[in-house]
């Protein structure tokens, strides 16, 4: 069973679209992630959530806006996406914020 | 100054020898410390996870913690071709979890 999934695991577009990314879990963890890889691997962290409530909203444009409709599913939705957005968007989730995290395989997002 | 500081690599350890991996901080408040490691095209997975100075083994793996200095390491021993990949540390600092930018490990069959 699948402890983290995210869809799609690819996704090709053009600039100015909008897009959304789904993620759930089913580990029965309270915190959720979203985090951004960029060509340079570097792995950087964009929201968490607990329980469905935002506790981290990092230095992200506005044109990102994540929901969770409960704690075993949080979204991602990218407004007007631009090319500097393309990059790996991992989801995670942890049984709490100071925990090991468990990622989901990456959503590769790429912009034409 | 960085708030994870990794040697970026790649680092080329011969196969069956012991590869070590260094990571520092910056936050002495800190008090939860990962390793994840992460396949090219892959997602990260940890691999060993410490709260206490000292050390901590599983397997091959041992994670070494010391809090005064602020380092964390991770040893592999009899290292394999299928240890190759980046090794990420990550550590908490608030309610968050920061990573480092990853040490590439490449073993030498």
């Known amino acids: 069973d699948t402890a983290v999934s995210q869809t799609p695991k690819y996704l090709v577009t053009q600039m100015g679209n909008d897009k959304s990314i789904k993620c759930e879990q089913n580990?029965?963890?309270?915190?959720m992630y979203w985090y951004k890889q960029d060509s340079k691997k570097f792995l950087k962290i964009m929201f968490s959530y607990n329980n469905k409530e935002l506790i981290i909203n990092e230095t992200v444009p506005n044109r990102f806006s994540p929901k969770s409709p409960d704690k075993a599913h949080l979204n991602l939705h990218i407004n007007s996406l631009e090319l500097g957005d393309s990059a790996v968007y991992f989801c995670?989730?942890?049984?709490?914020?100071?925990?090991?995290?468990?990622f989901g395989d990456g959503t590769r997002l790429s912009i034409l | 100054q960085k708030e994870v500081e990794q040697n970026s690599g790649p680092l080329s350890v011969p196969e069956g020898a012991i590869a070590s991996l260094n990571c520092t901080y910056s936050d002495r408040g800190s008090q939860s410390f990962f390793w994840y490691r992460q396949y090219s095209g892959k997602s990260p997975e940890l691999i060993m996870f410490i709260y206490s100075n000292g050390d901590k083994e599983d397997g091959r793996f041992t994670a070494q913690l010391n809090k005064a200095s602020q380092y964390v390491s991770l040893l592999i021993r009899d290292s394999q071709p299928s240890d190759s990949a980046t090794y990420l540390c990550a550590v908490n600092r608030d309610d968050k979890i920061i990573f480092g930018k990853g040490t590439r490990l490449h073993i030498l069959p």
């Open positions: 995670a989730s942890s049984q709490s914020d100071a925990q090991p995290q468990h």
């Open positions: 580990l029965g963890h309270d915190t």
